[in-house]
């Protein structure tokens, strides 16, 4: 689901950046405090969201888009303004993670753009003899600029982060005369928006661990289904047991195998319930398939042979041969239907209550409500 919206996050901008270019050239003009008001949200969205490398990149846009009264707008044509951008904005998306904000890389981030403000104010006396040479041409330096950050996007490990890639693209589009200002402005604004919100989206829909669909995604799911859908809750075998014998990072990977597993069940939509257990929402289906759906499941389960990373090699014997074996994993289900006088939260109860008979029935089988 994460890798369906980091899909969507990225093409859907990319296209309507695309669209801009072959626009034709009109007298749309938008309002200064429009754009103000655009970017201040981004702002204070990345700001809780704790995305540090998007409130250093979307700064300066706030400086661009600040109306001419305010008389702190900045001159992106001043003597090597447009290059000292691209290297801030180089050095930010070059950055992940989280970081105290009195960090030496964010004060960094603070000296170059002051460096910018000062050039764009003109406020760093710039010697004649450079002035000569401040216009050259960028187009092979913005490319680089450009691609560079895009070698780290696996360590950028949250959705939101391309939101500060937005403003260096922009930039780079403004350098190539791609679209007018204040449409190029309205584009990083609203991306970076967008951007924010998937965030916003996954932090609150999508379990962080296993990757799969947490419990507010089930409850809404549940609450807008129809009748007659089959609920199925699904609970690790004895798994106290891999945390107390191997630790919790084997617990972990305990869970994210069965997140995968049964996200793999035919028919069915998988959502992680809290701790170690799941659930599987079956929306059309017959009695028949949904057991025998549950039951390949269970032996998939079953059969599966765990290599934890941490087991595989201890540090003290690396170089040496080491037979370790895998860790087998077992889980218990138990599936009712939905009635027509049941809410959700009646079936998720049903369900459970017949997931406790399969762990009474020992355990590693599917048990049905009835």
């Known amino acids: 689901m994460k890798l369906r919206l980091t899909i969507i996050n990225v093409v859907l901008p990319l296209l309507t950046l695309l669209a801009l270019g072959f626009l034709p050239e009109t007298t749309f003009l938008l309002p200064d405090y429009v754009s103000t008001a655009l970017i201040l949200f981004t702002l204070g969205r990345a700001f809780l969201l704790l995305q540090q490398q998007t409130v250093f990149s979307v700064l300066p846009m706030l400086l661009i888009s600040l109306p001419e009264s305010v008389h702190l707008g900045v001159d992106i044509y001043a003597p090597f303004a447009l290059p000292s951008f691209l290297l801030y904005l180089w050095v930010v998306n070059l950055q992940w993670g989280q970081r105290p904000w009195l960090h030496p890389l964010h004060l960094l981030n603070l000296v170059l753009l002051g460096l910018f403000f000062g050039l764009s104010h003109r406020l760093i006396n710039v010697p004649a003899s450079w002035v000569n040479h401040a216009y050259f041409s960028m187009h092979w330096v913005a490319m680089f600029v450009a691609l560079t950050p895009l070698l780290f996007v696996r360590l950028w490990a949250r959705i939101g982060r391309w939101s500060s890639y937005w403003p260096l693209l922009v930039i780079v589009a403004f350098n190539f005369k791609w679209g007018s200002e204040n449409y190029l ?46 609920v199925a809750m699904v609970d690790v075998d004895h798994f106290k047991k891999f945390n107390d014998t191997y630790g919790h990072q084997v617990g972990d990977d305990v869970l994210k ?113 009835k």
């Open 257 to 369: 195998v069965i997140a995968k597993l049964i996200s793999q069940t035919r028919g069915a939509n998988a959502y992680r319930y809290g701790g170690e257990e799941f659930c599987l929402v079956f929306s059309k289906s017959a009695q028949e398939d949904v057991l025998s759906a549950l039951e390949l499941t269970r032996k998939s389960i079953e059969e599966y042979a765990l290599y934890p990373k941490s087991l595989v090699r201890k540090k003290n014997k690396r170089g040496e041969k080491t037979k370790t074996k895998p860790l087998h994993i077992t889980a218990s289900f138990g599936v009712c239907q939905q009635s027509a006088n049941d809410g959700y939260e009646r079936v998720i109860e049903r369900a459970d209550k017949a997931l406790y008979k399969a762990k009474q029935a020992g355990r590693n089988c599917v048990s049905v409500a």
């Open 185 to 230: 402005v309205l584009w990083v604004s609203l991306s970076a928006l967008f951007s924010l919100t998937l965030d916003s989206y996954v932090m609150a829909f999508v379990d962080e661990l296993t990757g799969i669909p947490g419990r507010r995604a089930l409850e809404f799911k549940l609450k807008t289904q129809g009748k007659h859908y089959y």
